[in-house]
C-alpha cells in the first residue's frame, strides 16, 4: 500500500499532544505558545521540557502573530495537500516580535521576500486540511 504526503504528513497535533494548545488557539485565530510555568523561559510548541530549568511544568501564553522573516526559502513542487497553494510558493521562518520563537509558515501570493521583511500573521482553513494553519502576508 502507499501512502500520499498528505496522509504521511497531516498538519495538526502531534501524536502525544504536547502542542494541541498551540493547534487549538489556531481554531480560536490566536497563536498560544508554551512558557515555562517555573521561570519563564518560552519554548517552541512542542517542547516539554524547559531548557533552562528543566521544569515539565507549563502555561500557555498569547503572542501576536508579528514578526520578520528570518530565512525563507521557494519551494517548486508541492508536497502536502493540505497547504492548499499550488507551488512554487513562498515558506519562511519568522522571528516572533513578543518571544524569542520562530514559527514557519507559508507566505502565499509573492514572490518577493528578503530575509528582514515585517509580516503578520494569517489563520486559513484550507478545505482539505482538519486544522487551520498560520499563514504569513509581508507587512505594508
Given at each position: 500500500m502507499t501512502t500520499t504526503a498528505a496522509e504521511s504528513y497531516p498538519c495538526g497535533p502531534a501524536p502525544d499532544g504536547t502542542d494541541h494548545q498551540f493547534w487549538d488557539g489556531l481554531r480560536d485565530r490566536k497563536v498560544l505558545l508554551p512558557r515555562c510555568a517555573a521561570c519563564a523561559t518560552w519554548r517552541a510548541p512542542s517542547q516539554v521540557l524547559c531548557a533552562e530549568c528543566w521544569s515539565f511544568d507549563t502555561a500557555w501564553a498569547e503572542v501576536r502573530p508579528r514578526g520578520i522573516v528570518h530565512t525563507w526559502i521557494r519551494t517548486h513542487r508541492g508536497f502536502m495537500s493540505?497547504?492548499?497553494?499550488?507551488p512554487p510558493y513562498v515558506t519562511a521562518?519568522?522571528?516572533?516580535?513578543?518571544a524569542p520563537v520562530r514559527l514557519l509558515g507559508l507566505v502565499p501570493g509573492t514572490d518577493e521576500v528578503a530575509v528582514g521583511d515585517r509580516v503578520v500573521g494569517t489563520f486559513v482553513q484550507?478545505?482539505?486540511?482538519?486544522?487551520?494553519?498560520?499563514?504569513w502576508a509581508v507587512a505594508a
Open positions: 493540505e497547504l492548499d497553494v499550488a521562518l519568522v522571528a516572533l516580535d513578543d484550507p478545505g482539505n486540511a482538519a486544522w487551520p494553519l498560520l499563514r
